[in-house]
């Protein structure tokens, strides 16, 4: 019925389908492991049931809310509805700040406490790390 001309090109379509889907899943499937997925407080005060995985927190640390004790910290974060009390041990990055985001690695205690083992600190598109801005001329 077809001809082989328009089998060879039904054939090549499928393939170029094929591979571009592959493409897309193997992209996807790397960035996976590179994006960071974080809950804010409000969602976790909605969860129905605390389970022992490691999750990620995100939101802003509330201003006068950090306590250093030797080497541990504790701060709140919160996302301007709800907040949560985080505990962490540990150096935390540079730009940890009151006022900053950040975005807290570890295991829920209950809906109001959060024992992190890791601090990612948020950024916006205008940061320069010290060492860098000092080389330009310390502006």
Known sequence: MYGKK???????LFLLLASLILIVYLILKSLEENVVYFISPSEI???????????RIGGMVK??????K????NFIITDFKSEINVSYSGSVPNLFAEGKGVVAEGYLKDKNY?????????HDENYMPPEIKEALGGE
């Not at 005060?45 to 999750?55: A, C, G, M, Q, V």
């Not at 030797?70 to 910290?73: A, D, E, G, M, Q």
């Not at 959060?114 to 948020?122: R, Y």
């Open 63 to 68: 201003n006068k809310s950090i306590i250093i």
């Open 70 to 73: 030797s080497n541990k910290i």
């Open 6 to 12: 328009v089998k060879l090109r039904i054939l090549f």
């Open 45 to 55: 005060k909605k969860l129905t049931e605390i389970n022992s995985d490691k999750i």
């Open 114 to 122: 959060f024992n992190a083992v890791k601090i990612l600190a948020k």
